[in-house]
C-alpha cells in the first residue's frame, strides 16, 4: 500500500511539475528581460530578489511577488501568478525565501553540439572568443533568447563551470540545437540523504536516497559553510519529495551525478 501510495504521489507531483514549467520558464524570461533592459553599461545587475523583498524581512511574500511582477513584461494572469508561488512554495510557509524565490528567475540550458563558441556580444559581429563550450556542459540564463533577422536564436548565458558571462547560439538558421532549454538531473550513485536545509550540520533528515534515484535540480550546487561540502536542492521524481542532498562525501565518495 505503501509503495502504491508513493507511486501515486509521484505521478501527481509529475504531472503538477510538468503543467507548471513552461510558465515558470515563462516569468523567468519576462524577470530577466527586466533586469536586462534597465541595465546600465558596466554595471552589476541588481538582486532580483532583493528588489523583490520590498519590506527586507528576508522573505517574499504574495503580495511583494505580485507586485515585483507588475513591473515585468508579459501578461500573467493573478491566477497564474498565484498558482507559481504556490508551486515556488516548497515550505509551505505562504512565503518564499532566496532559494525558492531563485527558482523563478533561473533557467538551465544544455550544451548539445560539440565547439559551440561562447561570445562576448550578440549579432553578427559577436565580438571576442571567450571559449568554447563542451557537449553536456550546464548553462543558466541571464537573457533571451532573442531571435535574430536570419532566424538564428541566441541566448545569454552564465556557464556553471567557471561563471563565464557571454553569447552562445541557442539553433542555427537552419534549426540546429546547439544549446537547448534543459531541465537538469542527478542520479544517486550511492546512498545518502534528503535533508530540509543546506547546513549538514544543522538540517533534519526528510528521507533517504537510493541507489540509482533521480533528482531534479531546483538549486544550482552550493558549498555548505558549514562543512565545505557541495550541495544541491532537488525533488526526488520518485516521490516529488523535495530538499538539499550532498553531491560527495567528506571522504570524496560520490553521492550524485549529473546525468
Not at 501568478?81 to 525565501?97: C, E, V
Not at 550532498?246 to 560520490?254: A, K, M, Q
Request: charged letters at 30%; hydrophobic letters at 35%.
Amino acid at each position: 500500500a505503501t509503495t502504491k501510495a508513493s507511486r501515486l504521489r509521484a505521478t501527481a507531483s509529475n504531472k503538477h511539475v510538468q503543467q507548471m514549467e513552461p510558465i515558470r520558464t515563462e516569468v523567468a524570461q519576462a524577470i530577466l528581460a527586466r533586469f536586462a533592459k534597465n541595465k546600465k553599461k558596466d554595471e552589476d545587475t541588481p538582486d532580483p530578489f532583493s528588489v523583490a523583498d520590498q519590506d527586507k524581512d528576508g522573505f517574499v511574500s504574495r503580495s511583494e511577488f505580485h507586485n515585483f511582477m507588475q513591473d515585468c513584461p508579459g501578461n500573467f494572469s493573478r491566477d497564474q501568478l498565484n498558482r507559481l508561488f504556490d508551486f515556488l512554495d516548497d515550505n509551505r510557509a505562504g512565503r518564499l525565501d532566496r532559494d525558492e524565490f531563485t527558482r523563478c528567475h533561473t533557467v538551465f540550458y544544455r550544451v548539445s553540439r560539440p565547439q559551440v563558441d561562447l561570445v562576448q556580444t550578440m549579432g553578427v559581429a559577436q565580438g571576442k572568443l571567450l571559449r568554447k563550450l563542451e557537449v553536456n556542459e550546464i548553462l543558466e540564463l541571464v537573457e533571451g533568447p532573442i531571435k535574430e533577422i536570419n532566424k538564428v536564436v541566441r541566448v545569454k548565458v552564465r556557464t556553471m563551470k567557471g561563471c563565464d558571462i557571454g553569447w552562445a547560439t541557442s539553433t542555427g538558421s537552419n534549426g540546429v540545437v546547439f544549446v537547448e532549454q534543459k531541465r537538469v538531473h542527478f542520479q544517486v550513485k550511492s546512498s545518502t540523504t534528503l535533508t530540509d536545509v543546506l547546513s549538514a550540520k544543522t538540517c533534519t533528515t526528510i528521507r533517504p536516497l537510493k541507489d540509482g534515484e533521480l533528482l531534479e535540480v531546483m538549486v544550482w550546487a552550493k558549498t555548505d559553510p558549514t562543512t565545505g561540502l557541495r550541495r544541491l536542492k532537488g525533488r526526488a521524481l520518485r516521490d516529488g519529495a523535495v530538499g538539499w542532498a550532498s553531491i560527495e562525501g567528506n571522504t570524496g565518495t560520490v553521492h550524485l551525478s549529473m546525468v
